[in-house]
């Protein structure tokens, strides 16, 4: 359990330097056009070329959209 715990952690840790975005089908709503994991995989790609930290929810929330998925009223979204 303990070593599950810290791999977890790790886990999350590099999730957070590498500026990865963690989201979760359940914050979102849509999917008529691309499946979720497509689309958020699609859009975390295109956050390698902003270099702007202000507009990047903006731009993956833009991407998502294109891709037929909009956020849920009170998503909690880290990108």
């Known amino acids: 359990m303990r070593n599950t715990a810290s791999i977890l952690a ?3 840790a590099s999730a957070s330097i590498g500026g990865c975005t963690t989201s979760s089908e359940d914050n ?3 999917g008529a056009t691309t499946p979720f ?3 958020e995989r699609s859009c975390r790609e ?3 070329f902003v270099s702007d ?3 990047r929810r903006e731009i993956f929330t833009g991407c ?3 891709l037929g ?3 849920r009223e009170g ?3 880290e990108i």
């Open 37 to 39: 994991a497509q689309a």
């Open 46 to 48: 295109q956050l390698e």
């Open 10 to 12: 790790l886990l999350a």
């Open 28 to 30: 979102w709503r849509g």
């Open 64 to 66: 998502m959209a294109a």
């Open 75 to 77: 998503a909690s979204l």
């Open 53 to 55: 930290e202000e507009n």
């Open 69 to 71: 998925w909009t956020p």
